[in-house]
């Protein structure tokens, strides 16, 4: 397992439809409602696991780094938006965090790198592809949380800052699901049998057709090479691939009702 997660530049924030027909606020919230159904953890994450996510801002170096990436992207696109996608992309690292801790092993709270996103130093490795797979898409899953919390505020209020922050918090866990390098997609395979990632790069492809996100074509592209490399294990793991496809699916339809 790699010792960092990282999230990527932000080079635009994806565009949103201001307008809004009020006509669709019903079936858009009860599109946000189903996907809170569908994952009870995202859903509950406020309730449960609310003093975990803030115990990382206790930390002065996580705390400064902060400070110094919402000034980085309050001088690009505002400080309303620049700090709005950095606590995004704290929500995400605090998710692995909460993983970790889950399986005993020590952490440090997330670093904040301008430009680059964020990292969690860890202090051990997972026992196995299934601990490590799950630390991994634990990133994705609360990022998912923070993307729908936004996408609700959003449609409620029809607030654009809080549409712009639900797409591109959309748009920047799918791209952690890409299957490669360090990213939490990568991890999330090293569970998955060949079987399940043809499955997988299927669904992207369909994922694709449906949102016209190119993001989804890489996921796919990755995934269906990963098919053929020689570290599928033998054993499947349907926990994992579930948490993986429904994350895609997700993730997906944030970005598509957001446009």
Known sequence: MEPENSQPLLLEPPATNSGGEGKKKLGLIG???????????VGL??????????????KLNTLLSMLVSIGFYWALYGWKFGLGFVLSIYVHEMGHVIALARYGIPA????????FGAFVRLKAYPASPGEDARVGLAGP?????????????GVVTGSGLFSALAKVGAWINVFNLIPVWQLDGSRG??????????????L??????????????????VAAWRCFTKDAPEQPDNVVF????????ALSGVYYFTK
């Open 189 to 202: 395979f090293r569970a998955l049998t060949r079987q399940h990632r043809i499955y997988i790069a299927a």
């Open 45 to 58: 994450l406020l309730l449960t696991k609310g003093k975990l996510v803030l115990l990382g801002l206790t």
């Open 141 to 153: 899953l609360y990022g998912l949380g923070a993307a729908l919390a936004c996408m609700g505020i």
């Open 108 to 115: 440090s709270a997330p670093m904040f790198i301008p430009g």
């Open 242 to 249: 579930y948490h993986f496809a429904g994350l895609l699916a």
């Open 31 to 41: 599109t946000i409602g189903a996907l809170l159904l569908k994952f009870k953890t």
């Open 204 to 221: 992207s492809g369909l994922l694709w057709f449906w949102t016209s996100e190119t993001m989804l074509v890489l996921v796919a592209l």
